[in-house]
Structures are given as structure tokens and as C-alpha cells.
């Protein structure tokens, strides 16, 4: 079993829709949650951080259940240039190593 | 603020050949990584160094070696190219294992 696993995708969602991403993890012993986003050919970059309250961010919430150990990004209002791809990231409990899911594709359409 | 720099953009090699890629960063962040992301895969482990003169394997070392001479730099070698090093490889460093990786722009390798 992967230690992330994402829904690929692709999404493709039009203007102001509001979408979500799940992302499940498989090591209980996590403790360092993330969302990144990626653009075409570029580097990722850190969309936000993941709480256990959960937190937001303008448009973006993110969502954490340790319980059943997913996380969840929710986009409200869905602009152009949200269209990207999303990592979800997840550490590797006490250890420096990070497990990053293989990505969700996101497309806003017109 | 130059942020994390990594040198080459792209390569060529020929399988057998070996090659220094570069990773400098100016955050004085003791915690740098090195990944590949290849199609399906997501971005997998390579080497990681936790301070100077401190290494440790990720999740797919073979092939590749790494030192730590300097908390600002980070070179990744590759001993001897083959066409399964095909991939695009990241640089990341961090100021902790808790917060955020900032990563280079990347350098992507072709092994013919």
C-alpha cells in the first residue's frame, strides 16, 4: 500500500465551482500534513499546512481526520489559475522523510 | 532572495557517464533533500541531510551519493547514468522536519 494515495483526477470544474481533494495516509504515526501545489513543469510549492482543528485560507480549507487518517483541500469560488496540480504531503512520523501523493489535476474551466 | 538554487536546468547524458547536480541555499536551513519525480510516481526520496556532514538514504538511493560539506550546499551525484535516472530531480530544504520545504526549480535528466 502507498504511503499517500491521492485521486488523480483529472478534475475539471468551471469558473466560481467549488471542488474537493482527498488524500489518504497510512502511517498512523504522522504528524506533519500538507497541500502543495504544483504548475506545469515548475517546482511544488507549499499551498498551506494542515492543522487537526483544520484551517482556511482565503478560498482554500483544509481538513485533517486523524481517525481515518485522510486529509482534505476544499477550493471555493474556483479562479483560472487554480489550474494546477495538488500534492497532498504527509512526514513520516518522528523522521525527516516526507511522503508526497502522486497528485490531483485540477482544470478550471471558462 | 535567491531562495534554493539548483544547476543544470536540463542534461543529457549517455548511460554509463556521471554528473554533479547542484543545489545551493541561502535560508540557512539545515534540513536538504533531494527528489525525482517521475509520471505516476510522485516525488520519491532520494538522499537527505539532516546538518553539514550528516547524510541518510531516502527512499530510492541507489545510484546516487550525496555529501554535506556546508550547510549551504547540497551537490547529488550520479555515479554512473542509466536510462532509469531518467526522471526530473527537485532539490528541497527546510528549516525543520515540521515545517515548510522549499524546493529548486528542478533539472531534468535525460539518460540515452
Known amino acids: 500500500r502507498k504511503e499517500v494515495e491521492q485521486d488523480p483526477g483529472p478534475f475539471n470544474v468551471p469558473e466560481g465551482a467549488t471542488v474537493a481533494f482527498n488524500c489518504t495516509y497510512s502511517?498512523?504515526?504522522?504528524?506533519?500534513f500538507f497541500w502543495y501545489r504544483q504548475d506545469c513543469r515548475k517546482e511544488p510549492k507549499l499551498l498551506m499546512s494542515v492543522y487537526s482543528s483544520g484551517n482556511e485560507d482565503g478560498r482554500f480549507t483544509a481538513q485533517l481526520n486523524r481517525a481515518s487518517q485522510y486529509i482534505s483541500l476544499l477550493i471555493r469560488d474556483s479562479k483560472l489559475s487554480d489550474s494546477a496540480t495538488y500534492l497532498c504531503?504527509?512526514?513520516?512520523?518522528?523522521?525527516?522523510?516526507?511522503?508526497f501523493g502522486t497528485g490531483t489535476s485540477l482544470t478550471v474551466i471558462p | 532572495n535567491a531562495g534554493v538554487t539548483q544547476t543544470p536546468k536540463f542534461q543529457v547524458l549517455k548511460t554509463g557517464q556521471s554528473m554533479t547536480l547542484q543545489c545551493a541555499q541561502d535560508m540557512n536551513h539545515e534540513y536538504m533533500s533531494w527528489y525525482r519525480q517521475d509520471p505516476g510516481m510522485g516525488l520519491r526520496l532520494i538522499h537527505y541531510?539532516?546538518?553539514?556532514?550528516?547524510?541518510d538514504q531516502g527512499e530510492v538511493p541507489n545510484g546516487y551519493n550525496v555529501s554535506r560539506s556546508t550547510t549551504e550546499d547540497f551537490p547529488l551525484r550520479l555515479l554512473s547514468a542509466a536510462p532509469s535516472q531518467t526522471s526530473v530531480y527537485f532539490c528541497?530544504?527546510?528549516?525543520?522536519?515540521?515545517?515548510?520545504?522549499?524546493f529548486g526549480q528542478g533539472t531534468r535528466l535525460t539518460v540515452v
Open positions: 528541497a530544504s527546510s528549516y525543520d522536519r515540521q515545517t515548510e520545504a522549499f
Open positions: 502511517n498512523s504515526a504522522s504528524q506533519s
Open positions: 541531510s539532516v546538518g553539514a556532514g550528516i547524510t
Open positions: 504531503v504527509v512526514n513520516k512520523g518522528l523522521g525527516y522523510q516526507f511522503y
